[in-house]
């Protein structure tokens, strides 16, 4: 919750997106949710970004750069952020491109990188945009995007478009009231950015959207799968991982199938409309 909303403002515009944008990227970086004056004098015991910022070797310059735009972001006073959510996005960008290749870092016991955490927040700011000025969206219209292959293995390649069309199968079948499932495209198994998701969800129509990826660990496979409010960019459900030998992994895409249809068997209960 931002200052202005704390307080009860009646002034809440762009720039209270910003900050909790802003938040999103602070609390996937250090673990913790960011609390006043938490950049510069962290309280005890809490880690400060100025700590992970460090662990993870991102250098002086491209830690400066990301500092200030988290500090910007994330400024008391709504006057003193960006003052659009295109302009926050710039900034992340510039940062995105130094960031290319740094090493991982852990935060709150769970691998994150850097890069994958500016670029999870300018997703959601792309989302926030759009939410602005895109199409009109069905929540109760779902689409399967094929999942993105994370392998390096090009022999599971086609588990991604085969995910996708088991889950989408199964949504299918159940009969659930009031949901449409429409086909996605193994077209778009690549890594989805902000544009793909836009695309898909502008072409289908579909307001929810089942996205994912899996990678390759050991002699496994995991697979990670999100549902997505199309319109707003948040994150309706994310399921837990599911694994299995890299020999034979189609028995997770059937556990994946049955954990989805079950979430959707209760995502719209109490609601006519979203």
């Known amino acids: 919750m931002s200052p202005e909303q704390f307080t009860g403002s009646r002034t809440v515009d762009v720039r209270t997106d910003i900050y909790s944008l802003a938040c999103v ?8 949710p960011p609390l006043l004056d938490v950049l510069t004098r962290p309280a005890t015991g809490r880690r400060s970004l100025d700590d992970v910022l460090r662990q993870a070797n991102a250098g002086h310059h491209t830690a400066g750069m ?10 008391t006073l709504p006057q003193d952020r960006f003052a659009s959510v ?33 670029a999870a927040v300018l997703v959601a700011a792309g989302f926030v945009l759009w939410g602005k000025r895109g199409p009109t969206l069905n929540p109760r219209r779902v689409v399967v995007a094929a999942l993105e292959d994370r392998t390096s293995d090009a022999t599971l390649a086609f588990l991604g478009p085969l995910a996708a069309d088991w889950i989408t199968q199964g949504l299918a079948r159940g009969g659930r009231d009031r949901l449409e499932v429409v086909p996605s495209s193994p077209a778009l198994s690549h890594h989805l950015d902000v544009e793909r998701i836009r695309a898909l969800a502008a072409r289908t129509g579909a307001g929810t959207v089942v996205v994912g990826s899996y990678y390759a660990s050991g002699d496994s496979v995991r697979f990670e799968l999100q549902i997505v409010d199309a319109a707003r960019g948040t994150v309706m459900r994310a399921l837990e991982p599911v694994g299995a030998p890299r020999a034979a992994p189609l028995g997770a895409l059937e556990a994946l199938r049955g954990r989805v249809a079950a979430v959707f068997d209760t995502l719209f209960a109490g609601a006519s409309t979203r």
């Open 66 to 75: 990301l500092k200030e735009a988290i500090a910007r972001g994330l400024a």
């Open 86 to 118: 295109d302009e926050f996005a710039a900034s992340l960008r510039a940062v995105q491109d130094q960031l290319k290749g740094r090493p991982w870092l852990l935060a709150g016991g769970r691998k994150v990188a850097l890069a994958g955490g500016v």
């Open 25 to 32: 990227l602070y609390e996937m970086l250090v673990g913790e």
